[in-house]
């Protein structure tokens, strides 16, 4: 078992919907990365995390620390939020990052 | 400054050649790692570097595979006698770690290897 899981693995959404990509951890983290990575290998990060809630702008990450999980909405899907999505644990400790396999996500027109 | 930069951007390589690749950090940046990408997988990391120091090596990282950050700034990985399996994303990374109040990394684009 990965120490970090994400699901689904593969979302196809029409445009307009809301989103929901899930994280779940079981290694003791002092943050939760959450990153976008688009065809050509390119990584940026979303929001990093570790406690409560982040938004910024039509994205939404959640995290709750005692069920080891975390999530990531968009609200109003967009042909360009087409991406793979990441994401990945910031280990307590040594803060190293232990990545997801990733969700990807292609929004429909 | 503009971000984590690697070079090259592409490699093809025949099996068996030695490559390397270079990754310049964020200059205030401490921290520095490698991560290996397989189509369709997250990242996996490889190594990691606190300023000069390398602090943890994957299994991953067999002996024909290299790193080192000389000087506290750029980064090198080597693999020697590459195998069509060494064929992957090589990501670098960095941050700025404070043991109370770690960064968030950014990432370089990559170096896409491919070994023919």
């Known amino acids: 078992k990965n120490e970090v899981e994400q699901s689904p693995q593969n979302l196809t959404a029409q445009e307009g919907e809301f989103i929901t990509i899930n994280c779940s951890y079981s290694v003791g983290i002092s943050a939760l990365h959450w990153l976008q990575q688009h065809p050509g290998g390119g990584i940026v990060s979303l929001f990093m995390l570790s406690s409560g809630k982040k938004k910024h702008g039509r994205l939404i990450a959640t995290i709750n620390i005692q069920e080891k999980h975390s999530s990531l909405h968009i609200t109003a899907s967009h042909p360009r939020d087409s991406a793979v999505y990441i994401c990945a644990a910031v280990t307590s400790g040594t803060y190293k990052y232990i990545f997801g396999t990733g969700t990807r996500l292609k929004v429909l027109a | 400054d503009t971000g984590v930069s690697q070079d090259p951007r592409h490699k093809i390589t025949k099996r068996g050649q030695n490559v390397t690749f270079r990754c310049d950090p964020i200059?205030?940046?401490?921290?520095l790692y490698w991560y290996r990408q397989t189509l369709g997988q997250g990242p996996e990391f490889l190594t990691y570097?606190?300023?000069?120091?390398?602090?943890?090596k994957s299994r991953l990282l067999s002996d024909r595979f290299s790193a080192e950050r000389p000087k506290g700034s750029f980064s090198t990985l080597e693999i020697q006698r590459t195998e069509q399996g060494d064929s992957a994303m090589y990501l670098c990374?960095?941050?700025?770690?404070?043991?109370?109040?770690?960064?968030?990394?950014?990432f370089g684009q990559g170096t896409r290897l491919t070994v023919v």
């Open positions: 570097f606190q300023n000069e120091a390398q602090l943890e």
């Open positions: 990374a960095s941050s700025s770690w404070d043991r109370w109040q770690p960064g968030g990394a950014f």
């Open positions: 200059s205030e940046h401490n921290r």
